[in-house]
């Protein structure tokens, strides 16, 4: 019997189809599986970057594939443009193209303390807060008005930081032991004279010439001050002129030396007009040196002199050596508030009794 040959049948899905089909899906069972790989290898532990500057994390940054992104400058006691917060924090693994979050130190906010003696304890502490300082308050007996300040620690003019804290001393009620007399000074216009005192010192000069200050315009007078506490090196010839600016009553120079005798001494000034403001001058002299005796037993009076700036006024006018700063003694009482409000109460005292009207 003779066997039929069936013809061959063409398969359904041609062979180059499925061996394309294999290839296609091995070529992506293979991307896949590297794209796996590569999302769960590629990881990096973030670096502790605190205390570093900004190129240093920078560096250390893209060394591990990662970038800083600053988000913040921040005061601190840390140095200016240190690294003092990160975001991942170290430690953390993260893929290697994560921004990590920095935030640097702007440094120490450093200014100088403001001059707000004489001022009203609002607006002092308004003044202060806004600066970022912590007020504290203390009250003493006084004979100004209340609630002004008579004097801060720090003093004007020094350098504060933000944070500090600044302590106010203010006046309150007087007391039956104040040694001040209300005296009426209305009308009467007082020079102070504060001369520098050599820079990284207390400003003594300046401080008893702003006390001096606050209890005269209490008392109804008018002061001008020839320097402020942000001119530490004020010339003669500047100070003079504003000594001159109007018609004084009475002038008061204060000094501290940098080297010499320590103790307080007060001189007459000469003036450039002659007789009659000299005979005043040495009255203002001796009534000077009786008050300041009784807080200052030492204090004597020295020859007369001619200074630069209170001979111009043509006034009565006296200078005080408040003592020198190569004296322990003398340094002592520089750094002492009290004895600084001591002093201006005494030459308030002096003037009160020849100037003022009780």
């Known amino acids: 019997m003779e066997s039929i040959e069936r013809p061959e049948r ?7 189809v499925i ?27 973030v670096p502790d970057l605190t205390g570093m500057s900004e190129g240093q994390a920078d560096v250390e940054l893209s ?3 990662l970038s800083g992104v600053i988000t913040e400058r921040r005061f601190s006691s840390e140095p200016l443009g240190a690294v003092i917060e ?53 009250v003493m007996d006084s004979d100004s008005p209340p609630d002004i300040v008579l004097e801060s620690y720090p003093s004007p003019g020094t350098s504060v930081r933000t944070g500090e804290t600044v ?44 006390r001096l200050q606050s209890l005269i315009e209490a008392s ?13 090196r004020t010339a003669p010839s500047v100070r003079q002129t504003r000594a001159t600016v109007t018609s004084a009553t009475v002038a008061i120079g204060l000094d501290v030396l940098a080297q010499g005798a320590g103790g307080m001494i007060v001189t007459s000034q000469r003036s450039v007009v002659g007789s009659d403001s000299d005979a005043g001058s040495l009255d203002l002299t001796s009534d000077l040196v009786s008050a300041l005796m009784d807080v200052y037993p030492s204090c004597a009076a020295g020859p007369e002199t001619s ?4 001979a111009s006024i043509a006034r009565p006018a006296a ?14 009482s520089f750094r002492d508030p009290t004895w600084a409000d001591t002093v201006a109460r005494s030459i308030y005292r002096a003037l009160g009794e020849r100037y003022g009207v009780q």
């Open 10 to 16: 063409r398969p359904l899905i041609p062979r180059w």
């Open 19 to 45: 061996i394309a089909s294999i290839v296609i899906a091995l070529l992506v069972a293979t991307g896949f599986g590297v794209l796996v790989a590569l999302e769960l290898g590629d990881t990096v532990v």
């Open 63 to 65: 060394r591990l594939g």
């Open 86 to 138: 990160q975001d991942p924090v170290s430690g953390a693994e993260v893929p290697s193209d994560t921004e990590v979050f920095l935030t640097l130190s702007a440094g120490t906010e450093e200014f100088v303390m403001p001059d707000i003696v004489g001022n009203g304890i609002v607006s002092a502490t308004a003044i202060l807060e806004g600066h970022g300082l912590v007020v504290k308050i203390d």
């Open 167 to 210: 302590r106010l001393t203010i006046s309150g009620e007087g007391s039956a032991s104040s040694v001040l007399l209300p005296y009426q000074m209305a009308g009467l216009v007082f020079v102070l004279d504060p001369a520098p005192v050599p820079e990284g010192n207390v400003d003594t000069s300046l401080e008893v010439s702003r």
């Open 220 to 232: 109804g007078g008018a002061v001008i001050v020839t320097r402020s506490a942000a001119e530490s």
């Open 307 to 310: 200074d630069p700036v209170l």
């Open 319 to 332: 200078r005080i050596k408040l003592g020198s700063l190569s004296d322990d003694a003398d340094v002592a």
